[in-house]
């Protein structure tokens, strides 16, 4: 079993940056791959980006790659989501969920997930 929280939401400016953790409990937290997604008012949940359980191979949607940057630090089990050049539309709940063995870009792939943040960016 694995517990997820996510913290570092807020209300920021256009251009601002935010940094999302994600503290995870449980035993071999090592062991897991670890995504991030966002969810906007009347939207689907859509996927961020993910980390691989050794953190050495990362993968991001289009629409954040090289403003987002994922990085994890497992002695301290936590994931990192670094936001920069924040726009409107990356406003919503942000959710990180953890899945065994390699990571995808599909909801339906992860097992454990956190209570999300809110993340709203004004212009």
């Known amino acids: 079993q694995v517990q997820l929280v996510e913290s570092g939401g807020g209300l920021v400016q256009v251009g601002d940056s935010l940094r999302l953790s994600c503290a995870a409990s449980?035993?071999?937290?090592?062991?897991?791959?670890v995504a991030w997604f966002r969810q906007a008012p009347g939207k689907e949940r859509e996927f961020v980006a993910a980390?691989?359980?050794?953190?050495?191979?990362?993968f991001y949607a289009d629409s954040v790659k090289g403003r987002f940057a994922l990085s994890r630090n497992n002695a301290k089990n936590t994931v990192y989501l670094q936001m920069n050049s924040l726009k409107p539309e990356d406003t919503g709940v942000y959710y990180c969920?953890?899945?065994?063995?390699?990571?995808?870009?599909?909801?339906?792939?992860?097992?454990?997930w956190g209570q999300g943040t809110q993340v709203t960016v004004s212009s």
């Open positions: 969920a953890a899945t065994l063995g390699s990571y995808y870009p599909y909801s339906d792939e992860y097992d454990y």
């Open positions: 449980g035993r071999s937290f090592s062991s897991y791959a």
């Open positions: 980390v691989s359980w050794s953190g050495t191979s990362t």
